[in-house]
């Protein structure tokens, strides 16, 4: 390719969050490889050394971000906009000030409108004591237009087995595995968003990435959770 026809115009690191722009308000990328639960569902090991309550440095390849036994984020506001929180590792329990309450993960995608305003908790709890609990997610802020900045709050779930999924090959036999999660490519659609949602790019990745199975929740008091109201 010629000089004059470079494709790169930029290139920035992938910091922590990433830098965005409109109508991407924020974009994190999660990667925490957490140890071995306790009877409390936090780590298996000390704190001791951490900035609890805010502690966002990778020490020993995990954080407890504002988590003070489980980690993860409690209570906190939103409005005006939307959160896309796609869990591709371990799982995210959620409640609202609206009385929603559930968990997902392994696949699973929340698209949550905030609207005029909600209260939210996002922890993830450590669920197994007898092995690692990486966990791995992408959380994507979109702004909603300013006709939509007070409409009611809504959570639309996109469960891993409804999301489409389909796979497209380059000339050389490249593999490109893409799960649509809005829009749509070709004539496949994505579920459908929450109300008054905003755009959104759907996301791909490159063949070999094998998807994670659902959630193995023993001891059987802790089942997988669908949102109730």
């Not at 971000?65 to 939307?82: D, I, L, M, S």
């Not at 197994?128 to 997610?137: T, Y």
């Not at 994505?190 to 990745?205: E, F, L, T």
């Amino acid at each position: 390719m010629s000089q004059d026809r470079n494709v790169v115009i930029g290139v920035k690191p992938l910091g922590f969050p990433w830098e965005t722009q409109d109508p991407f308000l924020f974009c994190v990328y999660h990667s925490d490889d957490y140890p071995v639960g306790n009877e409390d569902f936090g780590p298996d090991t000390t704190l001791e050394g951490r900035n609890i309550g805010n502690d966002f440095v990778l020490k020993d390849g995990w954080r407890m971000y504002h988590g003070a036994t489980v980690p993860g984020f409690p209570v906190h506001p939103h409005r005006g906009f939307e959160t896309v929180t796609v869990v591709r590792k371990g799982v995210v329990d959620h409640s609202d000030s609206l009385g929603g309450a559930g968990r997902y993960g392994h696949g699973d995608v929340q698209w949550m409108t905030a609207g005029k305003g909600v209260q939210h908790a996002e922890m993830f709890p450590l669920l197994n004591r007898e092995k690692k609990n990486p966990l791995e997610l992408f959380q994507i802020w979109l702004n909603l237009p300013g006709a939509d900045k007070f409409v009611e709050p809504h959570y639309a779930m996109l469960w891993r087995e409804h999301i489409p999924v389909i796979e497209q090959s380059d000339k050389d036999g490249l593999k490109t595995t893409i799960e649509v999660v809005a829009g749509s490519v070709g004539s496949v659609k994505a579920p459908d968003p929450a109300p008054a949602s905003a755009p959104s790019p759907c996301r791909s990745s490159p063949s070999g990435i094998r998807r994670s199975p659902r959630i193995d929740t023993s001891p059987q008091s802790f089942p997988p959770a669908r949102y109730t109201r």
